[in-house]
């Protein structure tokens, strides 16, 4: 009985992570082909902004190699048996993963200076940046519970890069509101990202009732 108690949320939480990673990466898989596939190819509807992504190239170039590297990284980090598996190159992804974001943040800032865009990305880039900086400092400071709670802020931020583009499918993102829209949208989903991941990090406080103690906590 006090196995399969032990065993029971275990397993659940390994077919949690798996079903979440799984998404994730079907939501990665639809935006590229609906997205960046159809950017190569010069789809008609695409044919303006390839041509802004070819001049901003020298820019757009290290900025995608950035978020590139932080959205695979990811799962890696995440992993519970990697990381005890090999320790060293989990640290080595992590530092790896904190320069992609400085990278990626500061890159993401050039390309947008001058843009209406410049304020969603600005907001996106600062919580990007003070989300993986607080997961740096607590892993350097040993809180490991703490560290993993800032990690799973700051991907849900790097994820942002992907989900936001689910924009590209709507009409009007590429009309006269465009740039209005891409502004609203980019923080929209980072707000939301963020709020979605500390829900999910504290579920347990918010769906379980605590005893009241003998003596008398509320």
Not at 96 to 103: E, H, K, T
Request: proline share 4%; charged share 10%; with cysteine.
């Amino acid at each position: 009985m006090s196995t399969s108690t032990l065993i029971a949320p275990k397993s659940s939480a390994s077919r949690f992570k798996i079903a979440l990673w799984v998404s994730l990466g079907l939501i990665t898989l639809f935006v590229f082909i609906t997205s960046e596939l159809l950017l190569v190819t010069d789809y008609p509807m695409y044919h303006a902004y390839r041509l802004q992504v070819i001049a901003d190239r020298h820019l757009l170039i290290p900025h995608t190699l950035a978020g590139l590297t932080a959205l695979l990284a990811g799962p890696f980090q995440f992993s519970s048996r990697f990381r005890q598996r090999h320790l060293a190159l989990h640290r080595r992804l992590g530092l790896l993963y904190v320069l992609s974001v400085f990278v990626g943040s500061f890159t993401g800032i050039a390309l947008a200076a001058g843009r209406p865009g410049l304020p969603g990305t600005s907001m996106q880039a600062a919580a990007w940046m003070v989300c993986t900086t607080a997961a740096f400092i607590t892993a350097r400071n040993r809180q490991i519970k703490v560290h993993r709670q800032w990690m799973a802020r700051s991907y849900a931020v790097t994820f942002t890069f992907v989900s936001s583009r689910i924009l590209n499918l709507w009409p009007a993102y590429w009309s006269h509101l465009g740039d209005v829209l891409a502004a609203v949208g980019v923080i929209a989903f980072t707000l939301a990202s963020l709020l979605i991941v500390d829900l999910g990090l504290n579920w347990h406080e918010l769906t379980t009732r605590r005893n009241a103690s003998p003596a008398g906590d509320i």
